[in-house]
């Protein structure tokens, strides 16, 4: 009866902690679905992002309205057709134009009247009308950008070829930095090691812990000498082990089979990915000793971390544009600052301040989140 | 006297239910003494989960204190924890891992040092007979595999108090055997204290102390045989040549002073209220020749005594009326040659019986002997892969709503929509057999009334004590009248008293020309059955009247073999010709 006395305390604790973290890595191989989420999912998404969505324009549909054809005309539409990023085409009138963008067979029109020439000759304002389809709001805000931008270019060739040097009040100079060929590819999928880390970390753990609690398993296991932060532990260490496998195989997809940049140094990174992680597990945990159930445990995971990761963190939608309150919002979703790393980190390098900035709010709510687990688990029923 | 194991003074616990505060115990002082087989039995709700819970240190007790091993529980749970083993009703072995992962998992969780892992492994699949199946994943067990597994690994360290809740629900008369062979081994070579709930009252009568819980309070705490001790003079039975037992019982019941009347196979066995003296020629004056034998009391008597004495005696139910067309002994249900095969797997396996109106028919077998695949083949929910089978003439899956709407279904586990309250749940029953205003009104009044639901009628399905959802269940099948019942498992998990009360109304309903088919793993319930079949593994292993069956198990030894004796003889007979 006394064979546990040969023992110590501490080597009892570390078999406990051993065969906890041992079971939950056989679960983890034997069950396709963990398997999935951290191999399969990510080359799923990464084909998506890489190949299906794109952000950028090329060859935007643009319909062209001149009323009044001439030299100066010819000039501005050649631009417009030189340039990679639209395909115009001609119509004779804006009734004309305007029925084809209330088809979506163009997504904007540019409209020069017929006093255009004169205006510009006679040194006045010559404006330019350009109507996009705003149902897609962020489709029309590039277009109108690259309109602009074709615009200006064109018109400081004009100037330059008619001697008059053109004093515009502001000189607009475009030069996008980081992402040069603005390949939104290059944004997007560093924000996607984000949105399958919280994938493995949160949805993944609250549903296992919480079918312990289903299958009646943590009843019994729970009169046993088992201390609850062993069972913290253990179910930590092999998701992290696992949500990091899945890191590491995102990266290496993104970096070379679709050839997305990583300027930022390979540490920093794997420390903001563990930091992260540790926050999504966290939740997780969190999400599934207070639901118990894991029907609602995935529910709770999808809305309370894969949603906001997706659409609030900024790896899609540019936080800045949001209105102000949704922005206040943000700051409580943990991917919002490992989005912001990522895309540092891949396509500028090691900005520290960026880095260090986001790492503190990060380890702060992990802080936050481990105290609240802490609280929240124990060994009673109720 | 060592001092006790597990003692509660004073102990109260209640939860919040649906905005309503129930007491699950209330004010319970026992002492389980160490070294022994301590029983914890009572109807479902009485409270022996919840003790056992607070015993083990995962509910925490409202008032009172409780001691385990000498360590006060509210102070140090951990402790407690790491001296006892419990087993919960539910087990929950990790179904993916292996046996020996399990094992290996509550080896490495209760502290038990590598080099002394071997010999206890060994000892414990030698106990089980699980030693051929340690690679074998444990969701691929059998129910009684699973229950054992749960139990080794419970046992992997002994523990110096073992608790188990309700360890034998559902499980096969030959596994159940061998659980308590194992438990009943701990305690005489270890000495280990042990304190169980149990549903049977047969494992109750082996405990050396029954403690019996009723709603919340303790009604007593005695050696089994000095519950029986005040109806010593109290227990009779009677056989009367050609009143069927079943109708004799019906007339018995009614009759006041008397406290029980129960079918034993082709005899009715009574209790008497303490001081009324049966005289036969009182009772059936119809009936000079009838005679009343004195038998010795047994604990099922006894805690049903109990039981009744505390509550109150009970109206017997209610008759059931049914217009039945055709004649008693026409053949309803036929089955011929019935095969069912699931990929590779035959499930059942040619099997062939018949039944009459106004019987009463069982289909006995452990979980997993093709019973409840019979029974959705004969309601038309699964096609057969072979053979013939009609019900009241008709095969159930090419027929119309007209042939179904004679039948009455009550499906495993009850399907009620837990959410919905009683009302509500039967409302929805009698629109879905098409019920319409009067006739609807009357049979909502009578389910109600006639199930004594009444006072439940507006609590949801899914908060009602596990008797109660039977009784709704039945009353749902019950609905529209039906000529033919199927009964799946109607009694599993549900305790003595409500399993009398429902074996009374099916009773009263065969009386009134209803046909029932009904399933139970419960081998005593066999009795109540006019005939019945045993199936093992997908085949028919007996036919006939229970009395019968019992019989062919008869030897010098035993000869008043059970049914359970019966089953057990059968099932081993077989593995032995195999």
Not at chain 1, 265 to 285: E, N, Q
Not at chain 2, 550 to 575: H, S
């Amino acid at each position: 009866m006394k064979k546990t006395s040969d023992l110590s305390r501490a080597a009892r604790g570390r078999m406990r902690l051993r065969g906890m973290i041992r079971k939950e890595s056989i679960q983890i191989m034997r069950d396709p679905s963990s398997i999935a989420i951290a191999f399969v999912l990510p080359v799923v998404l990464l084909f998506l992002f890489g190949y299906g969505v794109s952000l950028d324009a090329r060859a935007i549909p643009l319909g062209l309205v001149i009323e009044q054809p001439d030299a100066a005309t010819a000039g501005l539409a050649g631009a417009f057709e030189r340039s990679e990023y639209f395909a115009p085409r001609r119509f004779g009138g804006i009734q004309e134009a305007r029925q084809a963008l209330a088809e979506r067979r163009i997504d904007a029109i540019l409209w020069l009247r017929n006093d255009f020439a004169r205006r510009l000759l006679s040194g006045g304002e010559a404006p330019i009308a350009v109507l996009a389809n705003g149902v897609d709001a962020n489709q029309a805000r590039i277009t109108e950008g690259y309109v602009q931008g074709a615009w200006l270019a064109w018109l400081g060739r004009y100037a330059a070829a008619h001697g008059r040097p053109l004093a515009p009040p502001v000189a607009l100079h475009h030069r996008v930095w980081f992402n040069a060929a603005l390949i939104s590819r290059d944004f997007l999928v560093p924000g996607l090691v984000a949105i399958i880390m919280t994938l493995i970390g949160s949805m993944l753990t609250a549903m296992v812990v919480a079918r312990e609690w289903d299958r009646g398993t943590m009843e019994a296991m729970m009169v046993t000498p088992l201390r609850i932060r062993e069972v913290i532990v253990g179910k930590l260490v092999p998701y992290f082990v696992l949500g990091m496998g899945g890191m590491v195989f995102t990266v290496v997809l993104a970096v070379y089979q679709f050839d997305v940049p990583l300027r930022g140094s390979l540490w920093a990174l794997g420390a903001a990915s563990a930091l992260f992680m540790l926050v999504a597990l966290a939740v997780g945990l969190l999400i599934s000793i207070v639901s118990r159930n894991q029907f609602v445990a995935g529910q709770i995971a999808i809305v309370v971390t894969f949603l906001p990761a997706f659409i609030l963190s900024g790896f899609i939608f540019d936080i800045h544009s949001m209105p102000q309150a949704i922005q206040i919002l943000t700051h409580v979703v943990p991917a919002r600052y490992f989005v912001a790393i990522l895309q540092s980190l891949f396509l500028a390098g090691d900005v520290w301040p960026v880095y260090w900035a986001n790492m503190g709010a990060m380890a702060l709510m992990l802080a936050v989140l481990m105290a609240l687990v802490r609280r929240k688990a124990h060994k009673r029923l109720e | 006297m060592a001092a006790a194991a597990l003692t509660l003074d004073g102990v109260r616990k209640g939860f919040t239910r649906g905005g309503r505060r129930v007491s699950a115990l209330d004010g319970v002082s026992i002492a389980v003494r160490p070294g022994r087989v301590t029983g914890l039995i009572g109807p479902d709700g009485a409270g022996k989960t919840t003790l056992m819970r607070l015993a083990a240190g995962i509910l925490g007790p409202d008032a009172g204190r409780i001691e385990v091993l000498g360590i006060d529980v509210a102070e140090d749970p951990l402790a407690v924890q790491s001296a006892v083993g419990y087993m919960p009703q539910r087990f929950g072995l990790y179904e993916d891992l292996s046996v020996q992962e399990n094992l290996d998992l509550y080896a490495d969780l209760q502290g038990v040092p590598r080099a002394a892992r071997r010999a206890r492994y060994d000892e414990l699949m030698r106990m089980t007979g699980l030693a051929p199946f340690t690679r074998r994943l444990a969701g691929r067990l059998s129910g009684g595999m699973k229950q054992k597994l749960g139990l080794a690994c419970t046992l992997v360290r002994p523990p110096r108090l073992l608790l188990l809740d309700e360890p034998t629900v559902g499980v096969d008369p030959v596994s159940r055997r061998e659980l308590w062979a194992i438990v009943y081994a701990q305690v005489r070579e270890a000495g280990m204290t042990v304190l169980l709930s149990t549903a049977y009252l047969d494992e109750a009568a082996r405990c050396a102390e029954v403690i019996l819980l009723h709603q919340g309070r303790v009604l007593g705490q005695e050696a089994p045989a000095a519950f029986s001790g005040p109806l010593a003079g109290r227990t009779f039975e009677m056989r009367v040549e050609g009143i069927p037992a079943r109708r004799l019982q019906a007339r018995l019941a009614d009759v006041a002073g008397i406290v029980d009347a129960l079918v034993a196979g082709d005899r009715v066995r009574i209790v008497t209220a303490p001081g009324f003296v049966p005289d036969p020629a009182r009772l059936l004056p119809d009936h000079p020749e009838a005679r009343l034998q004195p038998v010795p009391p047994d604990f099922e008597d006894a805690f049903i005594a109990r039981l009744k004495d505390h509550d109150g005696h009970h109206r017997p139910p209610p008759q059931v009326t049914v217009k039945v067309s055709g004649s008693a002994g026409d053949e309803v249900i036929r089955v011929e040659g019935l095969e069912r095969r699931f990929g590779d797997f035959r499930a059942v396996k040619g099997i062939s019986f018949r039944v009459r109106r106004g019987e009463i028919f069982g289909l006995l077998g452990a979980n997993g002997a093709g019973k409840t695949t019979t029974f959705r083949m004969l309601c038309g929910l699964l096609p057969a892969s072979g053979g013939e089978l009609a019900v009241a003439g008709h095969d159930l899956r090419r027929s119309g709503a007209q042939a179904r709407a004679r039948i009455g279904y009550m499906a495993q586990r009850f399907s009620l929509y837990a959410n919905l309250t009683v009302m509500q749940n039967l409302a929805f029953f009698a629109a879905a057999y098409g019920l319409r205003r009067q006739r609807r009104r009357e049979r909502l009044r009578w389910a109600l009334e006639g199930f004594e639901l009444g006072a439940y009628r507006d609590v949801n399905a899914g908060l009602l004590p596990l008797g109660y959802k039977q009784r709704l269940a039945f009353a749902a099948a019950l609905m529209h009248q039906p000529e033919i019942l199927f009964l799946d498992e109607p009694t599993s998990g549900v305790d003595p008293l409500a399993r009398r009360e429902f074996w009374a109304r099916t009773n009263a309903l065969a009386e009134a020309g209803v046909t029932a088919l009904v399933t139970t793993h419960f081998m005593e319930e066999a009795n109540y059955c006019d005939r019945l079949v045993i199936m093992a593994e997908g085949e028919i292993l007996a036919a006939g009247r229970p009395y019968e069956i019992r019989q062919r198990a008869r030897t010098v030894e035993n000869p008043e073999p059970t049914m359970e004796d019966a089953f057990i003889a059968l099932v081993q007979g077989r593995e032995a010709a195999s």
